[in-house]
């Protein structure tokens, strides 16, 4: 079974399977918002790639049980939640002033709080993917996502995150490694953003590229990237 | 240790190598088994070795070029080292995951690709096609993409970074073209596309400097698509299948050998069918031609795959000619000072014009596909700049307005490998030559689908049916049968 092979490996049971590349952890039995893949990036490549049906005519063989998605039995917020607590990062709720730290059991008060909509996530330097953002998708309230110094976040990862785009007010990308212009250009979906912190990114002219930026988000803004700023590595 | 062995092996020291296992005499005597390993050692290394054996070394005669030549024999030959024949090597080796695997050979007749539509190509991929097949193979390419480090990293280089923009396509429909603008977005909504209708309104609120007179609807790709850089991913490819064990040589295929030659003079019908035994490969600049026996050929020579099969030595009888021809097309890129800024996509107009942002210092690039009655001389690749100045421009122009005040940059031209039957590719095995299969005719989407094809041709050899793309349907057998599977969204 597709979410399950790819866990098994170097996953136990409870908390344990932290799998970067899958950006899921094994939790509770049951991934956690695995998107499809093409290949079980878990498993090193040692050649043999598993395949994976694309409108290839095979009969449809629902997923047994203990496979479905947290999102189906929990609900949205329940699953952000879990996924960012358990890679750990922090969660605020609405009407919350405190942010949930993945210290102590917050298994218990994500469950209780599973109808509040979450309004923030700290996601930074976090091992979040491509794959992983598939959690996060169906979050109709958040307005707060910090995806500073995040390792694994490149060009596609910010391009899949346009489905958060309608409520999304702020947003940290700085010092991702793999991030560059090509990714902040599609950034354009986000029209209710009003703080966006984009230092300490690897971008050739930083200042024609926070012009551009000004340019295309008008009502947001823009942290880093002065024209002065130094290149990085400097001080 | 390994060099030093190569350094001998042409010169004094090419009896060294039969001797490379034996203990030396004054050593002290080695436990069998690591004499046994050391033996074995000694043979893969001579394996390894063996292909650079003869004429590699370092003299040769002046004037004679050094690139080496076609083994005697391999498993599989890919004639034509493009993207899609380069990605047929890679996942043949892939897929077999096994070391001193099928000998693959890529014979490329153009080694600086001055031709080749690969390194031409404005390097977009798209999910917006009609066929559901197109659809398949482009989000298959581009989770490969997604993920290309992972498929091509090779140990100790450089991680590959393709520069993609996830930008995405616009496509502009006029009211006559709206209702199947709409079909062809029903369709790739049910194949999981993630593309959105709009309205002249919303088109306007969404890219402020496109003039939608006369548009009205749009549909706009929302994930997975952009463009990227084609000349990346094909020494991407190029040096992960060379890792891998993939031959690579320079040299032209102008004969065939088939096994319709064993059979005695005719008596009886013509062979139904038989398989090619030999290929002959012409050396650059030379009348000399190797035979390279093979068992599976493979046609991924793009826009001459057509007339690859009208070389001497095919049978009369089983000739099933490749309806592909090369189709120039013309890339004019351009400066504007105030033109679309960082959200612009892909924009294919009304007209069919279509151009896309270059980097992001203003510069732009586009074109335009003529119709069929215009079509430019093949036969060579000069570009005709009028075509720029009376079709193309005056189009983007009309359609977006800062167009009109714009330095025309650099220009090339390049082919497309047009399948004159419908319009897209043919991927399988031939229907009467048993060893033949082609993977050509894609008819300028030909770089996003490379993966792809390449997947699904080395499924196809490796297990002999297609697993996880059923391509089953671009196969020969529509051309056999005269029915055409129309691709729409062709640019």
């Known amino acids: 079974m597709r979410g399950g092979r790819g866990h098994a490996r170097g996953a136990g049971p409870g908390l344990g399977g932290l799998d970067p590349y899958l950006g899921a952890p094994y939790i509770w039995g049951s991934p956690i918002g695995v998107a499809s893949s093409p290949i079980h990036m878990g498993q090193p490549h040692r050649g043999c790639i598993q395949p994976h049906t694309y409108g290839a005519a095979q009969p449809h063989i629902p997923p047994p049980r203990t496979h479905m998605h947290l999102k189906d039995i929990y609900g949205p917020n329940v699953a952000a939640a879990a996924f960012t607590l358990s890679l750990g990062g922090s969660v605020r709720y609405e009407g919350q002033e405190q942010w949930l730290r993945p210290h102590g059991p917050w298994q218990e008060r994500v469950l209780q709080l599973r109808s509040v909509p979450v309004w923030g996530l700290d996601l930074s330097a976090c091992p979040v993917t491509y794959s992983g953002l598939g959690s996060l998708e169906p979050l109709p309230h958040l307005a707060h996502l910090d995806l500073s110094a995040c390792p694994h976040v490149d060009d596609w990862t910010v391009a899949r995150m346009r489905a958060l785009a309608p409520s999304l007010r702020s947003l940290s990308l700085s010092r991702c490694p793999r991030v560059t212009e090509r990714g902040l250009a599609t950034l354009h979906h986000f029209r209710e953003l009003r703080h966006l912190d984009v230092s300490g990114l690897n971008v050739p002219s930083p200042g024609l590229v926070r012009i551009l930026l000004e340019e295309m988000l008008p009502g947001c803004r823009i942290v880093g990237m002065e024209l002065d700023t130094p290149p990085k590595g400097t001080t | ?491």
């Open chain 2, 1 to 491: 240790m390994l060099r030093a062995v190569a350094e001998g092996g042409s010169g004094g020291c090419r009896g060294c190598r039969g001797h490379w296992g034996a203990p030396h005499p004054s050593a002290p005597p080695y436990p069998s088994e690591l004499g046994l390993r050391l033996r074995l050692m000694g043979r893969t290394l001579q394996d390894q070795l063996s292909p650079l054996a003869p004429g590699t070394g370092s003299w040769g005669p002046p004037g004679v070029p050094r690139d080496p030549q076609p083994p005697e024999e391999a498993d599989v030959v890919v004639v034509g080292g493009g993207v899609v024949g380069w990605s047929v090597a890679y996942w043949l080796k892939a897929l077999e995951a096994r070391r001193h695997g099928m000998r693959v050979l890529v014979l490329e007749r153009d080694p600086t690709y001055s031709r080749a539509s690969t390194v031409l190509s404005a390097g977009g991929i798209r999910q917006q096609f009609s066929l559901p097949e197109n659809i398949h193979m482009s989000r298959f390419s581009a989770s490969f993409l997604r993920n290309i480090n992972e498929y091509l990293g090779v140990p100790n280089e450089p991680p590959v970074d393709i520069q993609f923009q996830p930008s995405g396509y616009l496509f502009l429909a006029s009211p006559q073209d709206a209702e199947g603008l709409e079909a062809t977005v029903k369709v790739q909504r049910e194949e999981g596309v993630q593309v959105t209708l709009l309205s002249p309104a919303q088109l306007k609120d969404k890219f402020p400097w496109i003039d939608t007179e006369d548009v009205a609807v749009a549909s706009y790709g929302l994930e997975d698509e952009g463009w990227f850089d084609p000349w990346t991913l094909l020494t991407a490819l190029r040096r992960k299948a060379m890792s891998l064990g993939v031959l690579s040589c320079a040299g032209e295929v102008r004969g065939f050998v088939t096994s319709a030659e064993d059979l005695m003079p005719p008596r009886g019908p013509d062979p139904l069918s038989a398989r090619i035994k030999r290929i002959h490969v012409y050396m650059q600049d030379s009348l000399e031609y190797q035979p390279v026996t093979c068992a599976i050929v493979v046609n991924a020579a793009g826009a001459w795959a057509g007339e690859l099969l009208e070389t001497a030595g095919l049978p009369e009888a089983l000739r099933q000619p490749l309806p592909i021809q090369p189709r120039k097309r013309y890339i004019f890129s351009w400066h504007c000072h105030d033109g679309p800024g960082l959200s612009c996509p892909f924009l294919i107009d009304t007209t069919g014009a279509y151009f896309r942002r270059e980097g992001i210092a203003g510069n732009y690039l586009g074109g335009m596909s003529p119709p069929e009655e215009e079509e430019p001389d093949p036969s060579d690749l000069s570009v005709d700049h009028s075509y720029f100045q009376e079709q193309v421009w005056p189009r983007l122009a009309r359609r977006v307005p800062a167009f009109s005040s714009l330095r025309p940059g650099s220009s090339w031209a390049g082919y497309y490998d047009h399948n004159s039957f419908d319009r897209n590719g043919v991927v399988g095995a031939h229907p009467r030559l048993s060893n033949l299969l082609v993977a050509a005719g894609f008819s300028g989407h030909g770089l996003q689908h490379a993966p792809a094809a390449g997947r699904a041709l080395a499924e196809l050899v490796l297990k002999g049916r297609y697993e996880t793309l059923d391509l089953s349907r671009l196969g020969w057998s529509r051309l056999v049968q005269r029915e055409p599977l129309v691709e729409g969204g062709v640019v």
